[in-house]
Nanobody, 125 residues
Framework: QVQLEEFGGGSVQPGESLRVSCRVSGNRHHNFCIGWYRQVPGKERQGVGSLYFASGVPAYGDGMKGRFTISRDNSKPIVMLQMNAPNPEDSAMYYC??????????????????WGSGIQVTISS
């Protein structure tokens, strides 16, 4: 079992980089697949990307590679989502999620067992 807590969201102008992070708690977190998802009201949840914590190798959802960078700090442990030059369409509630086991691609949100409470990101001028 893991506990997830997002932090670092907020509001920035279009084109300004922003990082949100997920604090991962639990003794077996190295064997978890950690994913980032986002949702806006009235729309389906959308996958951004994921990584298997032990390897740190990321995978991204459609259209997300290059716009987002996922990495982890093994010493803390934290999984970071870097938004590179975001635009207003990237405004959403961002969620960190996890499931146990290896992953090399972004799992569908229904496959994730554990969720953080989410954090709001707003891109606006």
């Amino acid at each position: 079992q893991v506990q997830l807590e997002e932090f670092g969201g907020g509001s920035v102008q279009p084109g300004e980089s922003l990082r949100v992070s997920c604090r991962v708690s639990g003794n077996r977190h190295h064997n978890f697949c950690i994913g980032w998802y986002r949702q806006v009201p009235g729309k389906e949840r959308q996958g951004v990307g994921s990584l298997y914590f032990a390897s740190g190798v990321p995978a991204y959802g459609d259209g997300m590679k290059g716009r987002f960078t996922i990495s982890r700090d093994n010493s803390k442990p934290i999984v970071m989502l870097q938004m590179n030059a975001p635009n207003p369409e990237d405004s959403a509630m961002y969620y960190c999620a996890a499931r146990e086991g290896y992953c090399t691609s972004l799992p569908p949100s229904a496959a994730m067992m554990y969720w953080g409470s989410g954090i709001q990101v707003t891109i606006s001028s």
